[in-house]
């Protein structure tokens, strides 16, 4: 994961700032089956993203914060053994961050 094609990213106030994801399952891990971020590092997943099972995804969004501070922006991509979104057995999840300094 990236913001704004590094680990972290330092923008003004009410920037808006690129995330994207790259993920790929690994050898008999199946699909990946879900995209979900959690933009404000509170720890749930409040945003999940449509994608058509695959074994590598490229997933963009972008996001600004209004006050000045440190976000974490976490990612969490998962993949099911079968490719199957609509179970939610046997799935292997993975999270990556990216770090945003509004000042």
Sequence with gaps: MTADGGPRADVPPGTQVLLTAVAEA???G???????????????????DIIEPATQ????????????????V???VSAQRDGDPSTPFARMDN?????????
Excluded: M
Excluded at 33 to 41: A, E, F, I, N, T
Excluded at 57 to 72: E, I, K, L, S
Excluded at 95 to 103: E, K, N, P, S
């Design 57 to 72: 995804v490229t997933v963009t969004r972008h996001c600004a914060y209004d006050t000045p501070g440190t976000n974490f």
């Design 30 to 48: 199946g699909k990946i089956v879900r995209v979900q971020w959690d933009l404000d590092g509170d720890g749930s997943f409040e945003i999940d």
């Design 74 to 76: 976490t990612v969490r």
């Design 95 to 103: 999270l990556a961050r990216a770090r945003i300094v509004t000042r």
């Design 26 to 28: 690994p050898p008999g």
